[in-house]
T-cell receptor, first 115, second 114 residues
Framework: AQSVTQPDIHITVSEGASLELRCNYS??????LFWYVQSPGQGLQLLLK??????LVQGIKGFEAEFKRSQSSFNLRKPSVHWSDAAEYFC?????????????FGKGTKLSVKP | KAGVTQTPRYLIKTRGQQVTLSCSPI?????VSWYQQTPGQGLQFLFE???????NKGNFPGRFSGRQFSNSRSEMNVSTLELGDSALYLC?????????????FGAGTRLSVL
């Protein structure tokens, strides 16, 4: 069965510092991978997705992620964090291309930003 | 273009009651998926509807059901509510235009069961 692991429950970084959120997935073939962000009391907003091709994908708000097949990882990065990035981040996987429901989510990483 | 709209935003029910949540997808989107979010279990897939047919279903008891109308609007129903059903219920819509399509989420309905 597919699964997604986000090892870090909570991360605190200083504003302006770089950020890396980890995500590992378990699946035999290449899955479709996503990162979503959720602000308090809100739904999920897609940051970026990986389906195929270039393993380094760019997303919104200055985020990027790198797919590493050998490590079954899809880590999210941002070179300089802003206070408005404080939120919860979810990595997700599906075998259906993302459009047929059944996204499997990690437990999330809550990001706090120090001034 | 309006986003995914979920109503109501908040609900308070008591054990044993039933509840119906509504989701209006983005105009032109034909697929609607439902997810339950709790602090303990995280985000879990409930079911997905496409063209009024349930296409995928997660591992939830039969008390959880849904339907989709011809205009793609969807409802989910939970009967005989239990305390553990307290959660944020999220709806997502997708156009299924092809590979590369994604799911867009609504703000959710927060259900509290007392």
């Amino acid at each position: 069965a597919q699964s997604v692991t986000q090892p870090d429950i909570h991360i605190t970084v200083s504003e302006g510092a770089s950020l890396e959120l980890r995500c590992n997935y378990s699946y035999g073939a290449t899955p479709y991978l996503f990162w979503y962000v959720q602000s308090p009391g809100q739904g999920l907003q897609l940051l970026l997705k990986y389906f195929s091709g270039d393993t380094l994908v760019q997303g919104i708000k200055g985020f990027e992620a790198e797919f590493k097949r050998s490590q079954s990882s899809f880590n999210l990065r941002k070179p300089s964090v802003h206070w408005s990035d404080a939120a919860e981040y979810f990595c997700a996987v599906t075998i259906y291309g993302g459009s047929q429901g059944n996204l499997i989510f990690g437990k999330g990483t809550k990001l706090s930003v120090k001034p | 273009k309006a986003g995914v709209t979920q109503t109501p935003r908040y609900l308070i029910k008591t054990r044993g009651q039933q509840v119906t949540l509504s989701c209006s997808p983005i105009s032109g989107h034909r697929s609607v998926s439902w997810y339950q979010q709790t602090p303990g279990q995280g985000l879990q897939f409930l079911f997905e509807y496409f063209s009024e047919t349930q296409r995928n279903k997660g591992n939830f008891p039969g008390r959880f059901s849904g339907r989709q109308f011809s205009n793609s609007r969807s409802e989910m129903n939970v009967s005989t509510l239990e305390l553990g059903d307290s959660a944020l219920y999220l709806c997502a819509s997708s156009s299924l235009a092809g590979q590369g399509d994604i799911q867009y989420f609504g703000a959710g309905t927060r259900l509290s069961v007392l």
